[in-house]
């Protein structure tokens, strides 16, 4: 039978050892459910618009012909990201639903660059691979007893680093320098999977202090978290081995 939703609680949780409880109750193990199943629809929707725009000449035209529209593409999900991160808190579930799938549309606009760029087999066969480094770094964030919390502090102040080092490479147009940054980006979102799987657990805890809406919210904002993992690591996997056109 359902177990009755927990009443909201007035003290935010902790993060660190608040990761490592118990994660076997139903109510919880639903919490990862709907995260994943959040993550999923938004790799569905990003595939689907980035194969509207391989299949319609005149769209990939209009985004990929004018530097205007298609950087312009690029500052909106920046919005949308932001926003949703900003806002997760004070915003109603549907809110938060609506700017997910709104950003996983938008990525899928700019995503489809890549299958212009390489051969389709080697995007597929990098994708897999990244699936499946993902899904086994995930089950260790998920299992582990180690607290990923200091590690994961410092692999999102060295992301911070990265992405200033890959906006100054826009510029100079370095091959080896994307190369190097595209290898360290591995190592980061390598290790980011693990934490933000783990971290999860937290995210559930925090939403029984928002009242009825919160674990809906927090599933999103997780869900949203894992797939900006997912992506960036696959993106980083296509540089560093993807066979071009």
């Known amino acids: 039978a359902p177990t009755a939703a927990p009443a909201p609680t007035s003290t935010k949780p902790g993060l660190g050892k608040m990761a490592l409880g118990s994660f076997s109750t139903p109510d919880r193990i639903a919490f990862i459910y709907k995260v994943y199943g959040w ?3 938004g790799l569905v ?7 509207l725009v391989i299949n319609t000449p005149s769209v990939a035209q209009t985004i990929f012909g004018n530097l205007v529209i ?5 500052i909106l999900e920046l919005v949308a990201v932001f926003s949703l991160a900003a806002m997760v808190h004070k915003i109603s579930s549907s809110a938060s639903a609506i700017i997910f799938v709104l950003y996983s ?58 992405v200033i080092a890959m906006i100054v490479n826009l510029f100079i147009m370095n091959d080896v320098y ?22 999860l657990k937290w995210l559930y805890e925090l939403g029984r202090t ?3 809406d919160g674990e809906k ?27 071009r056109r």
Do not use: P, W
């Open 217 to 243: 919210k927090e599933a999103i904002n997780g869900a949203l978290t894992l797939y900006l993992d997912f992506i960036n690591l696959f993106l980083d996997l296509l540089l560093i081995f993807g066979k």
């Open 70 to 74: 298609f950087y312009g593409l690029l």
């Open 210 to 212: 928002e009242g009825a």
């Open 178 to 199: 994307m190369f190097v940054l595209a290898c360290i980006g591995v190592v980061v979102f390598v290790i980011l999977t693990a934490y933000d799987t783990q971290k």
């Open 39 to 41: 993550m999923c629809l």
């Open 45 to 51: 929707i990003s595939a689907l618009v980035s194969f």
């Open 105 to 162: 549309a938008l990525n899928g606009l700019t995503l489809s660059i890549i299958f212009f760029a390489y051969q389709l087999g080697s995007i597929e066969e990098i994708f897999f691979l990244a699936a499946g480094i993902f899904g086994a770094m995930s089950v260790y964030g998920y299992l582990t007893k180690r607290d990923l919390t200091t590690i994961g502090h410092l692999t999102v102040m060295v992301l911070f680093g990265l």
